[in-house]
């Protein structure tokens, strides 16, 4: 039975997460809340090794969170139930597009679905900042919320994001700066 539970509950993800990888992240909260297949804190361990292996990181999401519900069965099908409807959904538009493309309501369509997938990457990445940054386990034992504060963390997202922005530093690969994060982490335990 929980095999076909993931199949359905990330074929559900797969048919309304438009936008990509991230904007998967808020139905994965909805699935750690309702199942308990996987802590707030190991979904941000998913979104961690997602971003930094090979592939698509919504697949890696699915992957990752059926393997750790049910096992390598578990990853193959939740694999299967995330891409099942984009693969479904691009069959039919390949066929359909040509004849539609120059329709407005098409068009129409296409301008709507931008901002929402936009919005729902920025509740996503909004989502993973206030986890990494607060602790807030350890605000209801401590007397300030500025001890709950990862200020490395803070420290380590601000030169990454100087050296992205630095003219002879820009023009890195992404996976340069994962892996000087990444460095950093192990180097100072964070």
């Known amino acids: 039975m929980i095999f076909l539970t ?49 592939g698509a990181i919504g697949v890696n999401m699915a992957t990752y969170a059926g393997f750790a519900t049910a096992g390598p069965l578990g990853a193959i099908v939740a694999t299967l139930g ?20 120059a329709n407005p309501f098409v068009t ?6 931008r901002p929402a997938s936009t919005a729902l990457i920025a509740a996503a990445g909004f989502s993973v900042f206030i986890m990494d940054v607060f602790s807030f386990e350890l605000y209801t ?3 300030s919320l500025g001890q709950v504060v990862n200020w490395p963390s803070i420290f380590l ?32 335990s964070f």
């Open 6 to 54: 993931l199949y359905l509950e990330f074929f559900k993800t797969g048919l309304f997460a438009v936008g990509g990888g991230l904007a998967t992240l808020p139905f994965l909260y909805d699935l750690s809340d309702r199942y308990g297949w996987f802590t707030h804190q190991q979904l941000a361990d998913m979104i961690a090794v997602s971003e930094s292996t090979p």
């Open 82 to 101: 995330l891409v099942s409807p984009s693969l479904v959904v691009i069959i039919i538009i390949a066929h359909i597009f040509d004849r539609f493309k």
């Open 108 to 113: 129409a369509v296409f301008y709507g679905l």
């Open 141 to 143: 034992s401590l007397a």
């Open 157 to 188: 997202a601000l030169v990454i994001f100087i050296m992205m922005r630095h003219r002879l530093l820009k023009q890195l690969h992404p996976v340069v700066f994962i892996a000087f994060a990444a460095l950093v982490g192990i180097l100072f």
